[in-house]
Nanobody
Framework: QVQLVESGGGLVQTGGSLRLSCTVS????????MGWFRQAPGKEREFVAA????????SYADSVKGRFTISRNNAKNTVYLQMNSLKPEDTAVYYC??????????????WGQGTQVTVSS
């Protein structure tokens, strides 16, 4: 059974930075493309960023390009999301998941508990 554990969220001021982590167990992590998603109150969950299994390719939602960076460490079964220049509209619960590929970004597994990111204005 796959387990996703997201961490690193918190309260930050506009313009600040956070680094999220997601550790995966129960699957061979290095075999999967991984993605980050977010869900704001009253909104649908949306794609944020994805990274190929090797780490060689990435993709981003237009709203975060140039501000967020996704990376992974296959030895630690962990995917990261470095978030810089945060804006109030980035406030959401952030989730990681495996994805079918970095273009279509369809989630493959059940969701974890997520980590809350709140950006104050």
């Amino acid at each position: 059974q796959v387990q996703l554990v997201e961490s690193g969220g918190g309260l930050v001021q506009t313009g600040g930075s956070l680094r999220l982590s997601c550790t995966v167990s129960g699957r061979t992590f290095r075999n999967y493309h991984m993605g980050w998603f977010r869900q704001a109150p009253g909104k649908e969950r949306e794609f944020v960023a994805a990274i190929s299994w090797s780490g060689d390719s990435t993709s981003y939602a237009d709203s975060v390009k140039g501000r967020f960076t996704i990376s992974r460490n296959n030895a630690k079964n962990t995917v990261y999301l470095q978030m810089n220049s945060l804006k109030p509209e980035d406030t959401a619960v952030y989730y990681c998941n495996a994805v079918d590929n970095i273009a279509t970004t369809r989630p493959l597994w059940s969701w974890g508990q997520g980590t809350q990111v709140t950006v104050s204005s």
